[in-house]
């Protein structure tokens, strides 16, 4: 199973917004709805931003949400805030049963 | 509230066993699937194994099949991860985390498992 595919690096200035895409196959983002997004601090361990494609789980704030078209998800951050600097990982439920993760985009405010 | 605490970790030569440890609490333990996820020095995140409530059904990635073996004790509420004949890329944080729906909705803080002679 290959990793999906996100950019390593996005940037953007406080208060603008950013979009980081995962794109799969039809054996993983494209086939289901399992599709979560996970923002991990140097250091630190992942925590769960988005999960179903675009549900955010209690806490989260709304400025984090998240899409999906064929076989692309996207996550989208609006009015940047210096705390979203992180590396952001997407990850799909496979067909096989399995999950895979995307190689991780690391976000940069400016 | 909900925590996840791996143990186990450490230096081993390539070859070699090592058993990590995933204590919870905060929530019913045997309620829940659970996975092994992997994370090498400056790389990204990569999943191993996933373990059914029950324990009755496990799957794992192509690179560690045959070799790690996932297992539970829910009357401990441990989650454990036996790794064996290690290879230099197993070096990794490994975190074990909740699932919920296909998602991971808790993480723990990972353990390290370094693979070299």
């Known amino acids: 199973q290959s990793a999906l595919t996100q950019p390593a690096s996005v940037s953007g200035s406080p208060g603008q917004s950013i979009t980081i895409s995962c794109t799969g196959t039809s054996s993983d983002v494209g086939g289901n709805n399992y599709v979560s997004w996970y923002q991990q601090h140097p250091g630190k361990a992942p925590k769960l931003m988005i999960y179903d494609v675009s549900n955010r789980p209690s806490g989260i704030s709304d400025r984090f949400s998240g899409s999906k078209s064929g076989n692309t998800a996207s996550l989208t951050i609006s009015g940047l805030q210096a705390e979203d600097e992180a590396d952001y990982y997407c990850s799909s439920y496979t067909s096989s049963s399995t999950w895979v993760f995307g190689g991780g985009t690391k976000l940069t405010v400016l | ?117």
Request: proline share 2%; with cysteine.
């Open chain 2, 1 to 117: 509230e909900v925590q996840l605490v791996e143990s186990g970790g450490g230096l081993v030569q390539p070859g070699g066993s090592l058993r990590l440890s995933c204590a919870a609490s905060g929530f019913t333990f045997s309620d829940y699937w659970m996975h092994w996820v992997r994370q090498a020095p400056g790389k990204g995140l990569v999943w191993v194994s996933r373990i059914y409530s029950d324990g009755s059904n496990t799957i794992y990635a192509d690179s560690v099949k045959g070799r790690f073996t996932i297992s539970r004790d829910n009357a401990k509420n441990t989650l454990y991860l036996q790794m064996n004949s290690l290879r230099a890329e197993d070096t990794a944080v490994y975190y074990c985390a909740r699932d919920v729906r296909f998602r991971q909705d808790y993480w723990g803080q990972g353990t390290l498992v370094t693979v070299s002679s």
